[in-house]
């Protein structure tokens, strides 16, 4: 079974309106963390957000929250007030606690920001 | 502010030719691992690092060899290279414990003819 799963390959949403990217996680360990990541078209690879599985607040970046649902097993990242620089491939990650040594990834969507 | 530092940037090989692609990360951080991204899909993760003197394998680790003598080095070596490890290979270190992110290189974009 997947443990991240990312439904929405690409998204289209117009600048300045907020966009939700969905991404479910399976795990029976009570103690995980739940990451984005960020990349755009030059590459690189940038740490967005982060939320712990005993956090009962959702997690705020800036512009970047989380909604945590934790009994449905999701983490959505919403992006407020969308801009161009946001276009770009999004990453959900799970990293569990009994065995830290792996992170698991998403397979990303695609989030293109329309003028 | 170096944070995870990986070299060559771009590299082009032979097939059969061996490289070492180097990674080094100055956070002091026990973990370290390797990926690779193929064009349109996620990362797969080649080989880790949990300390100095400790690797393992991940999903995909033919092909590749890793050693880790200090905490701050892990270079990713190459043995043979082939046509199908035409990829990014990305470098990427973290604290231990799981609601540590991880920080990755810039990455090393390797094409084999």
């Known amino acids: 079974a997947q443990k991240i799963t990312q439904t929405q390959p690409g998204m289209f949403v117009q600048e300045k309106e907020a966009v939700t990217l969905d991404c479910t996680y399976d795990?029976?360990?009570?103690?995980?963390?739940l990451f984005w990541y960020k990349q755009p078209s030059s590459g690189e690879m940038i740490f967005l957000i982060y939320?712990?599985?005993?956090?009962?607040q959702n997690a705020t970046e800036g512009r970047y929250s989380l909604n945590f649902q934790k009994a449905r097993k999701s983490t959505n990242l919403v992006i407020s007030a969308s801009q161009l620089g946001d276009s770009a491939m999004y990453f959900c990650?799970?990293?569990?606690?009994?065995?830290?040594?792996?992170?698991?990834f998403g397979s990303g969507t695609k989030l293109n920001v329309k003028p | 502010n170096a944070g995870v530092t990986q070299t060559p940037k771009f590299q082009v090989l032979k097939t059969g030719q061996s490289m070492t692609l180097q990674c080094a990360q100055d956070?002091?951080?026990?973990?370290m691992s390797w990926y690779r991204q193929d064009p349109g899909m996620g990362l797969r993760l080649i080989h880790y690092?949990?300390?100095?003197?400790?690797?393992d394998q991940g999903e995909v680790p033919n092909g590749y060899n890793v050693s880790r003598s200090t905490t701050e080095d892990f270079p990713l070596r190459l043995l043979s290279a082939a046509p199908s490890q035409t990829s990014v290979y990305f470098c990427?270190?973290?604290?231990?414990?799981?609601?540590?992110?991880?920080?990755f290189g810039d990455g090393t974009r390797l094409s084999i003819l």
């Open positions: 990427a270190s973290s604290g231990t414990g799981y609601d540590q992110p991880q920080h």
């Open positions: 939320q712990g599985s005993y956090d009962e």
């Open positions: 956070m002091n951080h026990e973990y």
């Open positions: 795990t029976s360990d009570q103690s995980y963390g």
């Open positions: 690092s949990v300390g100095a003197g400790i690797t």
């Open positions: 990650a799970m990293r569990e606690g009994y065995n830290f040594n792996k992170f698991y």
